[in-house]
């Protein structure tokens, strides 16, 4: 079974622009989550989306923002960049379990760098 | 506040000793405890977990829990150069996926 992929997995932007990140899910898998990691802060969760519908989200500005299409592959956008986005973005695929443990498979993750 | 709290490191250890890695956390709420591994330029992979109190191994690896403390640890026996990575621990209310993870504390074992 494939794991979970991300693209790209590096970027360069500068402040102000904006980026799209992508995340395909392990097939069968119906939950997305994105997470930001940085060395001060651990991973942050930014939110998940299950079935094309954002279910949960962190506490990050409206800057980010995602979906999730109806194949479960997601993106995640961020719009005017700032340097303190500069992080590894993570995503996570599950099968959506509520109520027990819902085990996530992480892909490799995009590395972000704003200039 | 942090709801977890774990210690970066780094934690630098020869190979063969037993690692001890903690976390501790003030949410009482939180059932689920898991340890992730995290090598470098790759994501997080989950290692083991535990439902509420008490302790489960797997191999080399033991984690513990005492609710008491709230506090969690793994065990790492005759740790091996290729245990060197970061590891996280991550916990969660009441199942799903909302997970609330620590930092990471980073590891090498020096063969």
């Known amino acids: 079974k494939a794991g979970v992929t991300q693209t790209p997995r590096y970027l360069i932007k500068t402040r102000g622009q904006q980026v799209t990140l992508s995340c395909s899910p392990i097939s069968g898998h119906r939950s997305v989550s994105w997470y930001q990691q940085t060395p001060g802060q651990g991973l942050q969760f930014l939110f998940e989306?299950?079935?094309?519908?954002?279910?949960n989200k962190g506490n990050f500005p409206g800057r980010f923002s995602g979906r999730q299409f109806s194949n479960s592959r997601s993106e995640m956008n961020v719009s005017t960049l700032e340097l303190g986005d500069s992080a590894l973005y993570l995503c996570?695929?599950?099968?959506?379990?509520?109520?027990?443990?819902?085990?996530?498979?992480f892909g490799p993750g995009t590395r972000l760098t704003v200039l | 506040q942090k709801e977890v709290e774990q210690d970066p490191g780094p934690l630098s250890v020869p190979e063969g000793a037993i690692v001890s890695l903690n976390c501790t956390y003030s949410n009482s709420a939180f059932q689920y405890f898991m340890w992730y591994r995290q090598y470098s330029r790759k994501g997080p992979e989950l290692l083991m977990y535990t439902y509420s109190s008490g302790n489960k191994e797997d191999g080399r690896f033991t984690a513990q829990v005492d609710k008491s403390s709230k506090y969690i640890s793994l065990f790492i026996r005759d740790s091996q150069p290729s245990d060197s990575a970061t590891y996280l621990c991550a916990m969660s209310r009441q199942g799903g996926n909302q997970f609330y993870f620590g930092t990471g504390t980073s590891l090498t074992v020096i063969p």
């Open positions: 989306y299950f079935s094309e519908t954002q279910r």
């Open positions: 996570a695929s599950s099968v959506g379990l509520a109520g027990q443990l819902d085990t996530q498979y």
